[in-house]
């Protein structure tokens, strides 16, 4: 790993401990599995990366660690359609492209909207935090595996 992915996950550690989460060597794991990894990833994933390092880990465990970090909004779970979720570690605002056939996701960074006008026509009903939005198609490989 390089040094500004380490220096990534020092910041991250700091804001954990700010809002008073127990750092364990476990969410170390994770932190530093998603920041090698770079993209969407799912639970299974990381538990079959971090069972490397803590073979008695469980999946649940997992669960708990990502789940600790959606809190703090360090990883955005991405809801997937009859599949399992998603999460993310791009913390910036963007959307998602989900692959109907092979089910890759990536992100999608557009201004689609004016969420202050949103926020605003839905003000009586809820108070909107945050939104994003799925687009479905087919991506590159798939189109070209189609055509022949
Ligand atoms: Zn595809
Ligand atoms: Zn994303």
Redesign the pocket.
Known sequence: MDSSGLKDINAKVEYLKKNKRRITPQLLEVLRIISRNGG?FTASDIYNEIKKTFPSISLNTVYCILKKLNTVGDV?E?VTLGKETNY?P?GKQ?H?VICTKCKK?E?VELKLFDINAVKKQMETDYEIENYSVMFNGFCKVCRVKGAS
């Open positions: 969407h955005q991405v993310c791009n963007h998602h996701i992100d």
